[in-house]
């Protein structure tokens, strides 16, 4: 198919201003395209570096953002697993509670200072353990006379 094509640009005419000439530029664009057509070294390396090149490409992909992200997920419902009953809570809307009881995809969680408010979580709501970090209140500041 690619000697047909070849052929039919080779023997027809260019009008160019009236008159019938063969273009050179055509001619070397068909020779270009009859020397990629051929098999050879140099066509079957271009093409093993293109798939050389998407593969490094993939390869990149994943180990910089598919695989940390897998980790962390991975972290993330590990420590979720390993919540237990009065371990102090951060929710992802940053709310601040101690878990009171376990079910099966969600935790029972006080809120509150007095803790009296307890809601219901849903275990991927957890984004960690920890303890909330207050400020001691502002002592009376001392004035000299």
């Not at 020779?31 to 490094?56: M, Q, R």
């Not at 990149?60 to 972290?75: G, I």
């Amino acid at each position: 198919m690619i000697q047909k094509f070849l052929f039919l640009l080779e023997a027809s005419p260019v009008i160019i201003g009236g008159s019938q000439t063969a273009a050179p530029a055509v001619t070397e664009i068909a020779d270009g395209v009859a020397a990629a057509a051929e098999p050879g070294a140099s066509g079957i390396f271009s093409n093993i570096s293109v798939l050389l090149i998407y593969a490094a490409i993939i390869g990149a992909l994943y180990f910089f953002m598919f695989r940390p992200q897998r980790k962390r997920d991975k972290e993330m419902k590990q420590m979720q697993e390993n919540i237990r009953i009065g371990d102090n809570v951060v929710t992802t809307a940053g709310f601040y509670g101690k878990v009171v009881d376990l079910g099966e995809d969600v935790f029972i969680v006080e809120f509150g200072s007095n803790r009296g408010v307890r809601i219901p979580v849903r275990k991927s709501d957890i984004s960690g353990v920890r303890d909330p970090k207050t400020t001691p209140p502002p002592s009376k500041l001392e004035t000299k006379d």
